[in-house]
């Protein structure tokens, strides 16, 4: 049974009497990069998690496809990626235990997994001796095992430099080619004109457009957009 498309209607999310989402509408279908944009406090992080069920929203309704409970096949990875006390190739095959996969297969996929993401010659190295932009791939490496059906990613180059960036973004765009649908937040606007296939962009805790990319930047249609594109819409505090 297929999870897509996925639909949030009048999503709320209201923790402590704080309004982060506000009534939210948002349909996603089931191929490509779909890239969050919007300033700090509009909610996109907190969109992405209740997506994977770590957040329950405190109003509204999200389906996926005929589904109203989150279903198996979704992954997400961190700004700041948690590793285990232990070697690459062992962060690596985390995902596949909760399968019931045995280990020698885990094991085999992991190292064939890091070969991809050019982390082999890491693989007994222990995960937290890992610069930043080895540590994200190592994070995408976990997930993609899992070969999830959908894929939340949030700030996933954030921290890294312009060469730790790159690689990450390349592995984004193999896991995309592989049929798997991708959501994710960025701040960088060149980094979503280079990924998305369509732009969700957010502010005060609702969707103000959701249109393909190339429409995006070039007719937002929005006010608030347009100021977003040119660096004048002022960042709200995150709470």
Same mark, same amino acid.
């Given at each position: ?17 704080? +309004?982060?989402?506000?009534? =939210? ?60 006390? +232990? ?5 690596? +095959? ?19 997994? =890091? ?29 993609? =095992? ?74 937002? +249609? ?18």
């Amino acid at each position: 049974m297929s999870m897509f498309p996925i639909s949030a209607s009048d999503l709320r999310f209201v923790p402590n009497g704080h +309004a982060v989402l506000q009534g =939210l509408d948002l349909t996603l279908g089931g191929e490509g990069i779909s890239v969050v944009l919007g300033p700090n406090g509009a909610g996109k992080s907190v969109l992405l998690r209740i997506l994977c069920g770590l957040l329950v929203p405190s109003g509204g309704q999200l389906r996926w496809g005929v589904q109203q409970d989150c279903p198996a096949g979704v992954a997400m990875v961190f700004q700041q990626p948690i590793m285990l006390r +232990a070697a690459v190739i062992e962060n690596a +095959a985390l995902g596949l235990i909760p399968l019931g996969v045995g280990r020698a297969e885990r094991q085999a996929s992991a190292w064939a997994m =890091l070969e991809r993401v050019g982390l082999a010659d890491r693989a007994k190295d222990s995960a937290r001796q890992l610069s930043g932009g080895e540590r994200q791939r190592l994070a995408l490496a976990r997930a993609w =095992l899992t070969r999830p059906r959908l894929l939340l990613l949030d700030e996933p180059t954030a921290s890294l430099d312009p060469s730790g960036a790159e690689m990450v973004e390349r592995i984004i765009r193999e896991i995309r080619t592989e049929g798997c649908k991708i959501v994710m937040t960025t701040h960088n606007l060149g980094q979503a004109t280079r990924l998305a296939d369509d732009v969700v962009f957010m502010a005060n805790g609702r969707v103000r457009e959701h249109v393909p990319v190339g429409e995006f930047f070039r007719r937002p +249609a929005s006010e608030e957009a347009r100021l977003f594109i040119q660096g004048e819409l002022p960042w709200q505090m995150a709470f």
